[in-house]
């Protein structure tokens, strides 16, 4: 059967009322790491999308990289997030959690002076965004290997709260350069011992995340980012084909809810010598591509059974009615760049509908 972007299709136990999916965009608007009103007004007004995947959402004060970004570990943080998701669900939408730990990308001025944490003690290239402007990034702390396991706690903890903030599922942020990325490629995963070294080794952290996770909210309620070709946050792999492949087949069989893949550079370029679908061919599921899409190429790889949702970014942000534009093909807002991180409702819940709502 040929299946279009706004066919229905199950995933997680629930009918999602098509294939588009709003990726998690970090928006910097939860200044005391809360989720608030004027969030839950935001993800509200694209509950037209068959899924939205929220903004990264840290697991802990350990894994806090950024300003102004909101967190899913403590009671009043999942209080904050009811909002969000009762909004969402009064407008007939499914929602996700996305459970994220920067690890070295971040900064002291985030962890009371302390070192941000890593697989290996490599100082990144590039800059950390602060309350304070723009600072070098430092070199972080290798991870004790007797820490770990309390790492993987608090990701399956951040998937309690989610669901019990109302989520319907949670996304493991194993992407982009975060902290499970950093463990995944050898370019910034040094280690010699259980979690580093081979394949097997480096993506163990991931594989513990999903089984506590899915332990704690079953499995088919859990979701995977990855970014096999991204070199944002000063990332790279010796053999990300073999790297990738590997990880998807690790995954395949698990029964869950997705692989989500952004399939180019944070630019939006695809590599050459990477082969999507050969990943794609490794993972039993349902895959959610990710990168640069527009309405004809998004309407092409789900025809094609390329992929099975396809995800937006900067259109779901300037775009809260997206589904419905592309379904009449009408013309879409353009995205102001200087409101996406932190301010007001200015460029985040005032972006027009087609009735110009």
Known sequence: ?????????????????????????????????????????????????????????????????????????????????????????????????????????????????????????????????????????????????????????????????????????????????????????DGSNTRSDAYGGSLENRVRLLLEVVAAVGAEIDHHRVGVRLSPVNAFNDMSDSNPQATFNYIASTLSGLSLAYLHVVEVS???????????????SHFEGPYIANGAYDHARAEDAIVTAAADLVAFGIPYLANPDLSERFRLHAELNEADQATFYGGDEHGYTDYPTMDGV
């Not at 970004?69 to 904050?80: E, L, M, R, S």
């Not at 402007?133 to 290997?145: E, H, N, S, Y």
């Open 266 to 280: 944070m630019s939006g370029e695809s590599a050459a010598d990477f082969d999507m679908q050969q990943l794609r």
């Open 1 to 185: 059967m040929t299946h279009t972007l706004f066919s229905s299709i199950e995933l997680s136990g629930q009918t999602l009322s098509n294939r588009m999916v709003m990726a998690p965009m970090t928006r910097n608007r939860a200044p005391d790491t809360i989720a608030n009103a004027m969030m839950a007004e935001y993800y509200a007004q694209r509950a037209g999308a068959g899924l939205i995947i929220s903004e990264g959402t840290q697991i802990s004060e350990q894994a806090v990289g950024y300003p102004a970004t909101p967190g899913i570990y403590t009671q009043q943080q999942i209080d904050g997030w009811r909002l969000v998701t009762d909004a969402v669900h009064a407008k007939g939408g499914h929602i996700f959690a996305q459970l994220w730990h920067c690890g070295r990308i971040s900064h002291p001025c985030f962890h009371q002076g302390d070192l941000p944490v890593a697989p290996s003690a490599i100082q990144p290239n590039g800059e950390a965004i602060t309350y304070e402007g723009m600072q070098p990034f430092v070199t972080p702390r290798a991870l004790d290997i007797s820490e770990i396991a309390g790492i993987v706690d608090q990701y399956r903890h951040a998937a309690a709260s989610a669901i019990e903030a109302g989520f319907d599922g949670v996304e493991i942020h194993a992407a982009n350069g975060y902290l499970v990325d950093q463990f995944l490629r």
